[in-house]
Nanobody, 125 residues
Framework: QLQLVESGGGLVQPGGSLRLTCAAS????????LGWFRQAPGKEREGLLC???????HLEDSVKGRFTIFRDNRQNTVYLQMNMLKPDDTAVYYC???????????????????WGKGTLVTVSS
């Protein structure tokens, strides 16, 4: 059974850091584009950043300089390192895996085939 499971969410103060983990089972992540998305209360799902099979990344402006994505294919895991968190970052965070491309990646939902169930991140003092 193909499955993605996120972990690491929780409550963090503004300006703090958090690392999310997404572990895959049932398929090797190495052959997939991987992305992180989020959905804040009352808002649409938002693509944040992604990493291609060759390691190139794409970050949306909202997270540039603060968030980093990296993958460990041997552990079949992708990570989201979040720094300088703001209250506006409060959301449910999802990882996703999609078909590889020959041009890199974009964090768009229609490019993703597998989704985790999400982990809640709350940024508040």
């Amino acid at each position: 059974q193909l499955q993605l499971v996120e972990s690491g969410g929780g409550l963090v103060q503004p300006g703090g850091s958090l690392r999310l983990t997404c572990a895959a089972s049932g398929f090797p992540l190495g052959g997939y584009v991987l992305g992180w998305f989020r959905q804040a209360p009352g808002k649409e799902r938002e693509g944040l950043l992604c990493i291609s099979t060759t390691g190139s990344t794409h970050l949306e402006d909202s997270v540039k300089g603060r968030f980093t994505i990296f993958r460990d294919n041997r552990q079949n895991t992708v990570y989201l390192q979040m720094n300088m968190l703001k209250p506006d970052d409060t959301a449910v965070y999802y990882c996703a895996a999609g078909r590889p491309t020959n041009w890199g990646c974009l964090p768009t939902a229609d490019g993703m085939d597998y989704w985790g169930k999400g982990t809640l991140v709350t940024v508040s003092s």
